[in-house]
């Protein structure tokens, strides 16, 4: 596989607004997602960026692009598409991780482990689970779970669904999602043409679009889901949090 990573920003988040280039210890948040994404070393970083703002907050780091997209598409994954496109329009890149820019702790070596699923021909895209560790963590509809299994030791289990609700019912292992997601290129492509489905628009997840068209979702389990910005509250977690990384060194 010849990947290339893709973080689609704009400034317009809903619960959140300008989060992207919110502060922390020094620096925009979409820097701290950029440079971890250059330390995965799995191909280009591009940033796919729908505001100016955020392109400039990149411009200059080693490693990274940036490409301004029309910030009147409707999804990231439109917004992907759309740099993948203008950056590599002949197709050297086979296969694309779209990382979310609200990630500003993801470990280099978690993006690593969502192309496992793309090793083998079953899956068309993707993706990353870890357990869920708390019982406000399962019930916050703010985390999205998966119901899927691991057959033994398998590493890879196929999505049956994904909901804000929690699933699956019973005693037993939750999963909770992690927002990375590694695509073949041709199932983006595909992917991007299709109408929002039903379930995607009732549980306001995107991923349920590919599922209702018949695409197959491989979820690659990790140990902990990192932390990721939504509200405010996150917000000062990710800056407690890094804030203790530097005082330690």
Known sequence: MQPIIVIPSRIASTRLPRKALAEIDGEAMIVHVARRAVAAGLGPVLVAAGDEEIRAAVAGMDGVEALLTDPALPSGSDRVQAALEAYDPMGRHDCVINLQGDLPLVEPDTLRQALRPLEDGRFDIGTLVAPV?????????????????????????????????????????????????????????????????????????????????????????????????????????????????????
């Open 133 to 249: 560790e708390s019982a406000e963590e399962r019930d916050a509809d703010s985390v999205v779970k998966v119901a899927c299994t691991f057959q033994g030791d398998d590493d890879v289990a196929r999505a049956l669904y994904f909901s804000r609700s929690v699933i699956p019912w019973g005693e037993g292992v939750y999963w909770h999602h992690v927002g990375v997601y590694a695509w073949r290129r041709d199932a983006l492509a595909r992917f991007v043409t299709l109408p929002p489905s039903g379930l995607e628009v009732r549980e306001k997840l995107e991923q349920l679009r590919a599922l209702e068209a018949g695409m197959t979702i491989g979820c690659a389990r990790i140990d902990t889901a990192p932390l990721g910005v939504d509200t405010a509250e996150d917000l000062a977690r990710v800056r407690a949090r890094v804030g203790e990384r530097a005082s330690c060194r």
